[in-house]
């Protein structure tokens, strides 16, 4: 299994450059791409799902190129969009032998015995006679998964799954998804560092529409070794120590401000080195990509 994306390029109507000549190739098993909002990548999700045509480049899907196959393309693919509307005078069943028919699988046996393989893998068959207007929010993301598994894809997309959910929900549907991977690609697109870093074993990071990094969640982290190191000071002093450093992001502690900075050396001062992570290299990744959009700002003017 092997998607293929080639000098993606998407300009709309308004001007906004939301890809930039992106290319990166993804085989099976959990993607993440990161991201933070506008970065992109529900524009890159709606091209691979053939909802949108790029203004240049392609994608190639196991050697088909799907911007012209767009059809043969859907019949591999399940796709969970960000804003998952469901009717909400209808059990989770009915919908889902519903979608059946729509997907094709007109024979009425077979069609029950996936839908109900379907609930029991998302963990609604209990649910499966409530309406889903009734669900919660990690109800109606599972019975995302569930209708967008119905084809059986070997391309799964799922956009912002997890925004709004409890940690509970969270894990619940995490894990899910993880179960997919072995025989299929997964592209899991979030604004949240660690739906990548504890599922993917490989990812990307958008901003401003251009590709920053593509590789493992591992060489990521590697990469900031011996690099990032903290210190807690009080929330008044987090200007001048932004002015002062390259602070990648700070947390609170007890009241307190704990800052992560990024420097080659010993900064003194009484820094801490601490262990490398993937928040850091993300941070690190989309504050040099804001200097440079801004750098291409004023070039522009
Ligand atoms: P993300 O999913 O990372 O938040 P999007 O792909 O939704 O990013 O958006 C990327 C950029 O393109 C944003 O600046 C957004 O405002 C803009 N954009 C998205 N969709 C449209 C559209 N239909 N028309 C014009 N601009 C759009």
Redesign the pocket.
């Known amino acids: 299994m092997e998607l293929i994306i080639n000098n993606l390029s ?1 300009t ?3 001007g ?4 930039k000549n992106v290319s990166m190739k993804i085989s099976n098993g959990m993607f993440g791409l990161l ?12 091209i691979i799902a053939t909802l949108q045509q790029p203004t240049d480049g392609n994608v190639i899907f196991n050697g088909q190129n799907i911007l012209t196959h767009s059809n043969e393309m859907r019949k591999q693919l399940g796709y969970l969009p ?1 804003e998952f509307g469901v009717y909400p005078k209808i059990t989770a069943e009915k919908l889902l032998l519903h979608l059946a028919v729509l997907k094709g699988i007109t024979v009425a046996g077979e069609r029950k015995d996936i839908v109900e393989s379907l609930l029991v893998k998302t963990n609604l068959y209990e649910h499966k006679n409530k309406n889903l207007g009734g669900f919660s929010g990690g109800m109606k993301q599972r019975f995302g998964i569930a209708q967008a598994l119905l084809n059986n894809p070997k391309l799964m997309i799922v ?2 799954p997890t925004a709004g959910l409890d940690p509970a929900e969270r894990n619940r549907f995490l894990n899910l998804l993880s179960e997919l991977g072995e025989n299929t690609i997964v592209i899991l ?1 979030t ?1 949240i560092v660690d739906d990548v870093k504890e599922l993917c074993t490989d990812m990307a990071i ?1 901003d401003h ?1 251009m590709l920053l990094f593509k590789g493992s969640p591992k060489d990521a982290i590697n990469e900031m070794a011996g690099k990032i190191w903290k210190k807690q000071i009080d929330k008044d002093q987090l200007k001048e120590y932004k002015m002062e450093y390259n602070v990648l992001y700070e947390k609170l502690y007890l009241g307190k401000s704990m800052i992560y900075i990024l420097s080659e050396k010993n900064p003194g001062m009484e820094f801490q080195l601490t262990d490398p992570n993937l928040e850091a290299y993300y941070f690190s990744k989309i504050k040099s990509s804001k200097v440079i959009s801004e750098e291409s700002v004023l070039i522009n003017l």
Request: net charge negative.
């Open positions: 998407v709309y109507p308004n906004i450059e939301a890809l991201g933070p909002n506008g970065a992109g990548k529900s524009t890159l999700m709606r960000q956009d912002e697109s604004h958008l529409g």
